[in-house]
C-alpha cells in the first residue's frame, strides 16, 4: 500500500507501477472513454474525455481509450505495447454507468491471457459506497491494483494504491514517493474512518439505503429510471423542455421544496446522488419527497428564471 494525498495521486503511484512492471516500450495504460481519473497531466490523459485535453496538450504519451463495457474494443487495444488496463467498475463522472459484471470478468480473462495488469480506480466507487468495500468485488474479479481516495479521509486529504505484493516489489527505493504520503494525522484519520466503517457495516447499509431510494425513486413521475449502485445513483430524468438536470440542481441547493439536497447534473438528463454512507431511514425519506415535490414543479419553462 503506498498512500498519498489524492486521488489522482494514488492513479499517478498506479501508472508508475503499470510501467516499472511493464518496462519501456510496453508502457501503455489503457483506459475506457467516459472515464475520470484525475486532473494531473498523466491522470488527465488516462481520463477517457478528449474535450478535457485539448487545452492541455502535449499530454503524456503512453495513454489510449477503448470503449466502454466493449469486451471486442478492448481486446483491440491490447497489443504487445499495453502493461495495463485501468478502469472504473462505476464510471463515476462519466454519467453513474455500471460495469456489466460480465465485461469486468472478460476483462480479467483478457488481462491474464495477455499478462496486463488489471487496474481499478475505485476513488468514488471504493470504501463501502457501492454496497461492497469496493464495486468490482460484486462481479468477483480479483485485481492487481485498486487506488482508493475520497471515502477514506472522510474529509482529511489521503489517497492510497495498492498493489499485489509481486507487482509493488517492481518498485526499487526512489522509484516513488512524496513527502506527505503516509504522513500520521492523514493514516489515523484514514484508522479512524474505517473502524467506524467496519462498526456500522457501511457496506451493507449502503446497500440497503440505495436498494430503498433506488426503489422509490424509480416511481416518482418524472424519473425516468435509476441506475448505479448502492449509495452512487443516477436519476435520468423525463426529458422537461426548457429544464435541464442542471437546472432541478439549483432547485435542490436552493432547498425550494424543502431541506436542501446536494447533487449534480452528472450529464445533461441525470442527477447524480451520492448521500452520506450512514444516511438514516429517515433522511430517506425526507429526500425522496423533496426531490419529488422538485420534480412535481417541473412543467415546461419552469425554474427558467432561477436555473439560468
Ligand atoms: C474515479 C476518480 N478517480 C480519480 C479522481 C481524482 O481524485 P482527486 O480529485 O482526489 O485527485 C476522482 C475524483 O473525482 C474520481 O472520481
Same mark, same amino acid.
Given at each position: 500500500?503506498? $498512500?498519498?494525498?489524492?486521488?489522482?495521486?494514488?492513479?499517478?503511484?498506479?501508472?508508475?507501477?503499470?510501467?516499472? $512492471?511493464?518496462?519501456?516500450?510496453?508502457?501503455?495504460?489503457?483506459?475506457?472513454?467516459?472515464?475520470?481519473?484525475?486532473?494531473?497531466?498523466?491522470?488527465?490523459?488516462?481520463? +477517457? /474525455?478528449?474535450?478535457?485535453?485539448?487545452?492541455?496538450?502535449? %499530454?503524456?504519451?503512453?495513454?489510449?481509450?477503448?470503449?466502454?463495457?466493449?469486451?471486442?474494443?478492448?481486446?483491440?487495444?491490447? !497489443?504487445?505495447?499495453?502493461? &495495463?488496463?485501468?478502469?472504473?467498475?462505476? /464510471?463515476?463522472? +462519466?454519467?453513474?454507468?455500471?460495469? *456489466?459484471?460480465?465485461?469486468?470478468?472478460?476483462?480479467?480473462?483478457?488481462? !491474464?491471457?495477455?499478462?496486463?495488469?488489471?487496474?481499478? !480506480?475505485?476513488?468514488?466507487?471504493? %470504501?463501502?459506497?457501492?454496497?461492497?468495500?469496493?464495486?468490482?468485488?460484486?462481479?468477483?474479479?480479483?485485481?492487481?491494483?485498486?487506488?482508493?481516495?475520497?471515502?477514506? =479521509?472522510?474529509?482529511? *486529504? #489521503?489517497?492510497?494504491?495498492?498493489?499485489?505484493?509481486? #507487482?509493488?516489489?517492481?518498485?526499487?527505493?526512489? !522509484?516513488?514517493?512524496?513527502? $506527505?504520503?503516509?504522513?500520521?494525522?492523514?493514516?489515523?484519520?484514514?484508522?479512524?474512518?474505517?473502524?467506524?466503517?467496519?462498526?456500522?457495516?457501511?457496506?451493507?447499509?449502503?446497500?440497503?439505503? +440505495? =436498494?430503498?431510494?433506488?426503489?422509490?425513486?424509480?416511481?416518482?413521475?418524472?424519473? &425516468?429510471?435509476?441506475?448505479?449502485?448502492?449509495?452512487?445513483?443516477?436519476?435520468?430524468?423525463? *426529458?422537461?423542455?426548457?429544464?435541464?438536470?442542471?437546472?432541478?440542481?439549483?432547485?435542490?441547493?436552493? =432547498?425550494?421544496? =424543502?431541506?436542501? #439536497?446536494?447533487?449534480?447534473?452528472?450529464?445533461?438528463?441525470?442527477?447524480?446522488? &451520492?448521500?452520506? %454512507?450512514?444516511?438514516?431511514?429517515?433522511? %430517506?425519506?425526507? @429526500?425522496? /419527497?423533496? #426531490?419529488?415535490?422538485?420534480?412535481? @414543479?417541473?412543467?415546461?419553462?419552469?425554474?427558467?428564471?432561477?436555473?439560468?
Amino acid at each position: 500500500m503506498f $498512500f498519498a494525498n489524492s486521488g489522482a495521486e494514488a492513479n499517478e503511484a498506479a501508472i508508475k507501477l503499470a510501467r516499472r $512492471f511493464g518496462g519501456r516500450g510496453r508502457h501503455v495504460v489503457v483506459s475506457a472513454f467516459g472515464s475520470f481519473h484525475g486532473r494531473t497531466l498523466a491522470t488527465l490523459h488516462a481520463t +477517457g /474525455q478528449p474535450a478535457k485535453h485539448e487545452v492541455f496538450q502535449p %499530454l503524456p504519451e503512453g495513454f489510449r481509450h477503448a470503449t466502454w463495457a466493449d469486451v471486442a474494443d478492448l481486446e483491440r487495444q491490447l !497489443d504487445d505495447t499495453v502493461a &495495463a488496463v485501468l478502469l472504473e467498475a462505476v /464510471q463515476g463522472e +462519466g454519467g453513474v454507468n455500471p460495469a *456489466p459484471a460480465e465485461y469486468l470478468r472478460e476483462v480479467r480473462r483478457l488481462c !491474464d491471457e495477455r499478462g496486463v495488469l488489471l487496474m481499478f !480506480d475505485e476513488v468514488q466507487t471504493g %470504501l463501502g459506497r457501492c454496497g461492497e468495500w469496493f464495486a468490482h468485488q460484486a462481479a468477483g474479479v480479483r485485481p492487481d491494483v485498486v487506488t482508493m481516495a475520497k471515502a477514506l =479521509g472522510n474529509g482529511v *486529504p #489521503i489517497g492510497a494504491c495498492w498493489a499485489r505484493e509481486e #507487482i509493488a516489489s517492481v518498485f526499487e527505493p526512489g !522509484d516513488h514517493a512524496t513527502t $506527505f504520503g503516509g504522513q500520521p494525522l492523514a493514516t489515523a484519520a484514514a484508522r479512524a474512518v474505517l473502524e467506524v466503517m467496519e462498526a456500522e457495516q457501511v457496506p451493507r447499509r449502503a446497500a440497503r439505503a +440505495g =436498494g430503498r431510494l433506488r426503489a422509490a425513486l424509480s416511481g416518482v413521475p418524472g424519473v &425516468a429510471g435509476v441506475r448505479g449502485m448502492g449509495l452512487l445513483l443516477a436519476v435520468e430524468l423525463e *426529458p422537461v423542455e426548457c429544464r435541464s438536470a442542471g437546472d432541478v440542481v439549483i432547485d435542490l441547493l436552493a =432547498g425550494m421544496h =424543502g431541506t436542501r #439536497i446536494v447533487a449534480n447534473a452528472v450529464t445533461p438528463t441525470a442527477l447524480r446522488l &451520492a448521500p452520506s %454512507l450512514l444516511i438514516s431511514d429517515d433522511e %430517506l425519506d425526507e @429526500s425522496i /419527497q423533496v #426531490i419529488a415535490a422538485t420534480l412535481a @414543479s417541473a412543467g415546461p419553462g419552469a425554474g427558467l428564471g432561477e436555473g439560468a
